[in-house]
């Protein structure tokens, strides 16, 4: 149980493995990696809910304390492969229209935009700083 760290092509996964419920210790961590995405620089987040068997109110809570602060600086929040029972309580409370949620790992990476390149010619379209 507990949440596992991976980060591949600039999209952070948080692979969660346990009942995102009061009193389940991984709700906690789960809740204490959240709390630092910005720190951490982290503003392209999967949540990978494939082992997570139950979820409540608290675990809700902290999947809408991560989308909300990532949203509100401009970054994503998606969610990949609930477990249906997640899955349903995610449709019940709404929360379906809110998230995307994939079923592949291949599908969640290509729906983010790729990171924006610099270059040294300046912004596209602006002939001058070109040169």
Do not use: W
């Not at 109110?57 to 949203?71: D, E, F, N, P």
């Not at 477990?83 to 309580?89: F, G």
């Not at 995307?100 to 390149?117: G, H, I, K, T, W």
Request: aromatic share 4%; proline share 6%; net charge negative.
């Amino acid at each position: 149980m507990g949440v596992t760290v991976e980060t591949v092509s600039g999209v952070t996964f948080f692979k969660v493995r346990g009942a995102l419920k009061l009193g389940e210790a991984v709700l906690d961590e789960l809740r204490g990696r959240c709390c630092g995405l910005e720190a951490r620089g982290i503003d392209r987040l999967v949540l990978d809910l494939e082992q997570v068997p139950a979820i409540d109110s608290s675990g809700i809570g902290v999947l809408l304390q991560a989308y909300t602060s990532l949203r509100n600086r401009g970054g994503h929040c998606k969610l990949l492969n609930p477990a249906r029972a997640p899955l349903e309580v995610l449709r019940v409370v709404g929360l379906l229209t809110v998230f995307e949620v994939y079923n592949d790992r291949n599908s969640v990476l290509a729906s983010f935009e790729p990171p924006p390149q610099q270059t040294e010619a300046g912004p596209a379209g602006d002939p001058e700083r070109a040169a």
